[in-house]
């Protein structure tokens, strides 16, 4: 049960970084609602607390391992962002570097023969990779609106729809 140190580490920095990304899609959310855009702002929020019950997820599995949780300080995210593609840029950025870090942990818990941090951490990358997808598909249309503001009011009208019917889950076993 015990942890090895440098995968309890790894863990406890992937949790912050979760926290961070709660903060960071709230950030985005708060300058949708400065937007007036709705459904983008609906879909950060929504993903926000996700974001914070990823972190959770990491906290609860520490516990249950009998690995001491540390908490630290959490990043101040960027408060405003020169336009819709700049935040969703950004957005999609974070969920790349967070990919990144989860696949780093899934390899050092294999070196360490860590097998139950192996199987906890797949949960993490299928997450990943929809929550990437998800970004990148926003990001493509919204390069796609361009300046038009009709295709950008019919944009966050879609997005509404979506985070409604909860069908920004690509994978609905998630
Ligand atoms: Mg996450």
């Known amino acids: 049960m015990m942890m090895n140190s440098v995968v309890l580490e790894l863990l406890n920095a992937q949790m912050n970084k979760e926290f961070y990304s709660w903060y960071l899609y709230l950030s985005v959310s708060t300058y949708f609602n400065s937007q007036d855009l709705e459904g983008f702002e609906q879909w950060t929020n929504t993903q926000a607390q996700e974001e914070l019950m990823h972190g959770m997820k990491i906290y609860n599995y520490l516990l249950e391992r009998k690995g001491a949780v540390e908490f630290r300080q959490i990043e101040k995210p960027p408060l405003i962002w020169d336009s819709p593609i700049a935040a969703v840029q950004a957005i999609y950025e974070h969920e790349r570097s967070l990919s990144v870090t989860i696949h780093e942990i899934l390899k050092v818990a294999r070196e360490h023969a860590d097998y139950s941090a192996e199987v906890f951490l797949h949960w993490f990358i299928t997450e990943q990779l929809e929550e990437e997808v998800m970004a990148d598909r926003v990001l493509q249309k919204l ?22 019917t909860g069908a920004a889950k690509v994978n609905q076993n998630a």
């Open 143 to 164: 390069k796609m609106v361009g300046d038009n503001s009709g295709a950008m009011l019919m944009l966050d009208s879609q997005i509404t729809k979506i985070v409604a």
